[in-house]
């Protein structure tokens, strides 16, 4: 029980972020599927997408800060990083539209392939996707937010 216990507070970090990361993939899905049910494809792959973006990253800074990298920042310190990680989760946020946009509406399904299909077909850029922007978010809030110091 020691040997576990000792595996868990040397991985806590990158546990807890697979774990965190995951919550805040699964909302980001979860958001996208219901925008993409109740509006369409369209427009959860567009403005659906930046609306869900924008609250995973106030879900992401918020367990990110508070479990994952334990950050103990008051004051301005706080608000410099609370503006680094929006900053950083912008430009993946950026990255996220690009890759649905390339992947949906230039490469995805079009004349001939049922709504079903092309819907599932934007579901899964949406999984690609979050692949790509979680290993970035990771290398930004590690090396560039919540370093120790």
Known sequence: MQKIKDLINKYYEGLAYLF???LATLLNLVVFAVFQAALGTAFATGIGNILDN???IL???WTN????FKSQNTGKAAWAEFGQFVSCRIATMVMDQVIIWVG???LGPHVGFAVANAKLWAMGVK???QV?????????????????K
């Open 20 to 22: 965190f990361g995951g």
């Open 54 to 56: 924008v609250i995973c």
């Open 59 to 61: 879900f992401a800074y």
């Open 65 to 68: 800060r508070t479990f994952v």
């Open 104 to 106: 949906v509406s230039l």
């Open 127 to 129: 999984l690609f996707s």
């Open 132 to 148: 790509i922007v979680i290993l970035s978010n990771y290398i930004f809030s590690k090396v560039l937010i919540f370093k120790k």
